[in-house]
């Protein structure tokens, strides 16, 4: 059973820092492109940052410098670590196993002005 579970989100205010984790399970993870997405209310779900199996990694133009996606091969674990947030942030959250359907259930990240 593929599972994907997504934690680190809350309340933060403009300026600060969260960490988000994916923790996976039922993929082979090291072999696995992952990545990040993200909806607010009223939008569709858009791509935030992917990281390949040799670390390379893409990132929307809006969080570049301020967003990092890493993953631990080891702990089946995908990272990303938010600085800087803005109000434009405030989405919920989600990670994704490239090429296939597997998706978390999300974690809501709200920034305050």
């Known amino acids: 059973q593929v599972q994907l579970v997504e934690s680190g989100g809350g309340l933060v205010q403009a300026g600060g820092s969260l960490r988000l984790s994916c923790t996976t399970s039922g993929i082979i993870f090291s072999t696995t492109t992952m990545g990040w997405y993200r909806r607010t209310p009223g939008k569709q779900r858009e791509f935030v940052a992917t990281?390949?199996?040799?670390?390379?990694?893409n990132y929307l133009d809006s969080v570049k410098g301020r967003f990092t996606i890493s993953r631990d091969n080891a702990k089946n674990t995908l990272y990303l670590q938010m600085d800087n947030l803005r109000p434009e942030d405030t989405a919920v959250y989600y990670c994704?196993?490239?090429?296939?359907?597997?998706w978390g259930q999300g974690t809501q990240v709200t920034v305050s002005a």
């Open positions: 990281i390949t199996s040799t670390h390379d990694t």
């Open positions: 994704k196993a490239l090429l296939t359907k597997y």
